[in-house]
């Protein structure tokens, strides 16, 4: 009944999933054959690689200009296919990004073209309105100029498990990578001797057992005084070694050795060129097999030798009240040699590459737009964001390559 319940389960989430499938695989075709209409309607160019906007006669050329300089609006006008004196024009440019967000941008004359004094910034994405007047005539245009945008409903975005995380202040931790092997806690072993040389009666424990500190582990028989005496327990912990048994002689050797591992030991190999970056009371995270998260370790001890292989021996000490940590298990690690404290930073699981740049996918309502970033320390999980980016933005941080695909699926070439 059991089985039969899984199954059922396994085929309900199989059928949501080819649910969800469908309706996004919908909504692309939704987007692809929107973009096939407008390619149909390929906006005119002019001679100077721009725009194309007509109004009886009147003709504007707006094209993004970015050859040696960053990317700013240049425009070419005519009149009844005659050139006219840009300084008898009066222009402005507004554009509605994302989120409402209005860049207006003046004009001045300059040659034989009209030079536009604001920064057109990446993404070139925009609802653009153009307002021009000459000679007591107005002109307006209004169009769509969307680049690396996309819409995906909140079910399907659901479906196919988009993140989003939002970007703020964080503090970035470098770190080094090592490999080592967890011990037993040197201050934590026990080696137990007779006090007095005898005859062992009898041994109270087994290799392997766990004892309680004050509990009996041997009694003897002393040589001199034949009276009999027991060695209790200094710890808690296991018995790791047993070579006492009854009827021997104690003749000054370990008999026993106990091992408390509620704390452990990790030996972590370090090269001398780290060695400088590594200091005592550092956090240490490290990653071991079955268990599955990391483990924090604080850096106690650093070899002042140079191991034959040319490392140098860390040693780091953590908890293992839960008992699931193993002597001799095998270990790598991360050492946090610094920390950073950055105005912005995002997931590194968030970035995509786009065109020629690092990016994010910024969410405003049920929409995705691409954001192109200035990238500065990369620590673990995070990367600084020195630009391109603003704080408080939502962006996608997990399986953002959907987002990605789907904008290039639309097809969306880059307006300049």
């Given at each position: 009944m059991r089985n039969m319940m899984k199954t059922t389960w396994q085929n309900i989430g199989l059928l949501w999933l080819a649910f969800a499938v469908l309706v996004y695989s919908n909504a692309v075709f939704a987007v692809e054959t929107k973009t096939a209409e407008q390619a149909q309607e390929e906006p005119q160019k002019g001679p100077n690689r721009g725009r194309l906007l007509q109004n009886d006669g009147f003709v504007v050329e707006l094209a993004i200009f970015e050859t040696g300089v960053p990317p700013e609006f240049r425009v070419w006008v005519t009149d009844?296919?005659?050139?006219?004196?840009?300084?008898?024009?009066?222009?402005?440019?507004?554009?509605?990004?994302?989120?409402?967000?209005?860049?207006?941008i003046k004009f001045q004359a300059q040659g034989d073209f009209l030079r536009g004094d604001g920064l057109v910034y990446e993404p070139h994405s925009f609802v653009v309105?153009?307002?021009?007047?000459?000679?007591?005539?107005?002109?307006?245009?209004?169009?769509?100029?969307?680049?690396?945008?996309?819409?995906?409903?909140?079910?399907?975005?659901?479906?196919?498990?988009?993140?989003?995380?939002?970007?703020?202040?964080a503090t970035l931790k470098e770190t080094i990578s090592v490999y080592g092997k967890l011990t037993t806690h040197p201050e934590h072993v026990r080696n137990i001797t007779a006090r007095f040389e005898g005859s062992i009666k009898k041994v109270?424990?087994?290799?392997?057992?766990?004892?309680?500190?004050?509990?009996?582990?041997?009694?003897?028989?002393?040589?001199?005084?034949?009276?009999?005496y027991t060695i209790f327990a200094p710890i808690s912990g296991t018995i790791r070694q047993r070579i006492a048994n009854p009827g021997e002689q104690t003749n000054g050797r370990v008999l026993l050795s106990i091992a408390n591992t509620s704390t452990l030991m990790a030996d972590l190999a370090v090269f001398p060129t780290d060695r400088n970056r590594v200091f005592i009371g550092a956090n240490v995270w490290l990653s071991i097999k079955g268990i599955e998260q990391p483990v924090l370790?604080?850096?106690?001890?650093?070899?002042?030798?140079?191991?034959?292989?040319?490392?140098?021996?860390?040693?780091a000490e953590l908890?293992?009240?839960?008992?699931?940590?193993?002597?001799?298990?095998?270990?790598t690690a991360k050492i946090e040699i610094a920390e950073h404290q950055v105005p912005l930073a995002v997931k590194r699981t968030g970035l995509q590459g786009f065109r020629d740049f690092t990016v994010v996918f910024v969410k405003i309502g049920n929409e995705y737009e691409v954001r192109m970033l200035d990238l500065g320390r990369v620590a673990g999980e995070l990367v600084e964001v020195l630009g391109g980016l603003t704080p408080g933005a939502e962006y996608v941080s997990q399986n953002s390559y959907i987002i990605k695909a789907d904008i290039e699926k639309s097809g969306a070439s880059h307006d300049h």
């Open positions: 009844q296919d005659q050139p006219v004196n840009p300084e008898d024009v009066l222009l402005t440019v507004t554009l509605t990004r994302l989120g409402g967000i209005k860049d207006i309105a153009v307002d021009a007047k000459y000679r007591g005539r107005s002109h307006q245009w209004r169009y769509d100029n969307f680049e690396g945008r996309t819409s995906i409903e909140p079910a399907v975005a659901k479906a196919l498990e988009i993140t989003t995380s939002i970007a703020g202040s109270h424990v087994g290799l392997g057992q766990t004892v309680k500190k004050g509990q009996r582990l041997v009694t003897i028989e002393s040589n001199e005084s034949l009276k009999s370790g604080i850096i106690k001890q650093i070899d002042t030798i140079i191991a034959p292989n040319q490392s140098i021996i860390i040693r908890e293992n009240k839960s008992g699931q940590l193993v002597a001799g298990a095998f270990v």
